[in-house]
């Protein structure tokens, strides 16, 4: 009498199924040896996609160390550190656009409109702390009118951001009538704190672990990262699946303008000062940055710690063509160059992979 068997009873692989053939159980069983249990944290350790660029980080620190030894002074990394921080925390928003396959081009202007304005209110008697929080405020707003052009006129972000680059630039001359802010309250413990040091550490440099704590969390954790991952792999079956996608650009787009004030603030506390140039260029290091640490072009996906990652690498460059008496303006072509190398490295391992999966199915 043959028995019928229940779904739970049911081999997945046939009569014979078990452990993959390369697997560590299929090895221990063949070798008769028990594998490690810190073999899983390891594969987990190793198949993270910050890996490669931080092992890049780390040669390229080395390299110039090596080189000029002076690079490794700690006043000369902490500078470093300080400088990769403004560009870090825009980046930390810019992962969440990408993620959608969103552009932003004008974080650069937000950045600088941010910081000359609570430089400008400053300057007018408002007390600095009070005027720390109209830099985000200023950021978000600014970031709306993006959402707002993007969302009612269905247009990418990138094109809108084409034009907004160039505005809220002229607004900032406009704003400053092309003077750089004077008269800031440089005595306030708001420059002392915000511009100095905690235990020896740039307070930029802790608010941007503190932040990039709490972004990580937001992107892999929350909902609201759920649906820009969602948005970016299929926008139609995510609206279809009840996804508001308007919505969620704006959200995007908001934290990113929040974290643009933040970064201006942070930069007129330690400049302790400010003009309509600040920020200028900016948007090219935060999209190199994003995508050099691991951040698809095509959506998705991304990382938050591999932004702060790639920003390090990105002001490594920078500070090692000084050490080697480089001319500064080839920084720009350096930049370039990278991003052109980490998008072509990006196709080429993603390409593979689906060459492996399409095999495996197969």
Excluded at 24 to 49: C, N, Q, Y
Excluded at 191 to 202: H, R, W
Excluded at 319 to 342: E, K, M, N, Q, R
Aim: aromatic fraction near 6%; hydrophobic fraction near 50%; proline fraction near 5%.
């Amino acid at each position: 009498m043959i028995r019928s068997q229940t779904p739970d009873q049911v081999p997945l692989d046939g009569p014979t199924a078990g452990p993959p053939v390369d697997s560590p159980e299929h090895v221990a069983s063949r070798t008769g040896k028990r594998t490690s249990s810190i073999s899983p944290l390891l594969r987990r350790v190793f198949a993270r996609e910050e890996l490669g660029i931080t092992t890049v980080l780390v040669v390229l620190v080395v390299f110039i160390g090596a080189v000029h030894p002076n690079f490794l002074a700690q006043d000369a990394l902490l500078g470093l550190i300080r400088s990769a921080a403004f560009v870090a925390l825009i980046a930390f928003g810019m992962v969440f656009l990408l993620a959608m396959t969103e552009l932003d081009l004008s974080v650069g202007s937000v950045f600088g409109l941010s910081g000359l304005i609570s430089g400008q209110l400053m300057a007018n008697g408002m007390p600095p702390w009070l005027a720390l929080l109209t830099g985000p405020l200023t950021g978000m707003i600014l970031e709306a009118v993006n959402a707002f052009f993007a969302n009612t006129f269905r247009i990418p972000v990138i094109i809108v951001t084409l034009g907004t680059l160039t505005a809220f630039r002229g607004l900032a001359t406009v704003v400053t009538h092309s003077q750089a802010i004077v008269g800031l309250p440089l005595d306030s413990s708001f420059f002392k704190v915000l511009g100095g040091t905690v235990l020896g550490v740039p307070t930029a440099v802790v608010v941007v672990v503190i932040v990039g704590v709490l972004i990580t969390v937001a992107f892999r954790r929350t909902p609201f990262g759920a649906r820009v991952r969602a948005v970016g792999s299929n926008q139609a079956a995510a609206r279809f699946s009840g996804i508001k996608v308007g919505r969620t650009r704006l959200q995007a787009l908001l934290l990113v303008g929040a974290l643009c004030g933040l970064s201006g603030v942070l930069g007129l506390a330690y400049f302790q000062g400010a003009d309509p140039t600040l920020g200028s260029g900016l948007e090219l290091q935060v999209i190199a940055a994003v995508i050099i640490g691991g951040t698809a072009v095509t959506g998705g996906s991304g990382s938050v710690p591999g932004a702060l990652i790639g920003t390090l690498v990105i002001v490594t460059i920078s500070g090692g063509l000084v050490y080697f008496s480089v001319d500064p303006s080839w920084s720009g072509v350096v930049t370039g160059v990278t991003i052109l190398v980490a998008v072509s490295a990006d196709g080429v391992v993603r390409r593979r992979r689906a060459i492996r999966q399409t095999r495996a199915g197969g």
